[in-house]
Nanobody, 120 residues
Framework: QVQPPESGGGLVQPGGSLRLACAAS????????MGWYRQAPGKERELVAT???????NYADSVKGRFTISRDNAKNTVYLQMTSLKPEDTAVYYC??????????????WGKGTLVTVSS
């Protein structure tokens, strides 16, 4: 079983910053794409950013220039540095990892989510 738990959410004022982290653990052989998604109240889950093992990145237009995704492959960890936060960034943020397990099974694993609230 693979667990990618998130950490770092919380309440922040508009214009502030937060850093999320996700450290995957379990029967991991290697991890391909790692990414962050978010789901705001009443909305569908959406892509925020993804990163390949070679650190090629992809961002949603709404966060370009404000959010930065990075990863530490040795630690199976992905980070999301969020700056210039806006109220519309309020959502539950989920980590996702495309994993090949020790048994050479491929799967996508989700964390349980961490709440980010941007409010004054």
């Amino acid at each position: 079983q693979v667990q990618p738990p998130e950490s770092g959410g919380g309440l922040v004022q508009p214009g502030g910053s937060l850093r999320l982290a996700c450290a995957a653990s379990g029967s991991i052989f290697t991890i391909n794409v790692m990414g962050w998604y978010r789901q705001a109240p009443g909305k569908e889950r959406e892509l925020v950013a993804t990163s390949t093992p070679g650190s090629s990145t992809n961002y949603a237009d709404s966060v370009k220039g404000r959010f930065t995704i990075s990863r530490d492959n040795a630690k199976n960890t992905v980070y999301l540095q969020m700056t210039s936060l806006k109220p519309e960034d309020t959502a539950v943020y989920y980590c996702n990892a495309e994993v090949i397990t020790i048994a050479r099974m491929r799967g996508r694993y989700w964390g349980k989510g961490t709440l980010v609230t941007v409010s004054s």
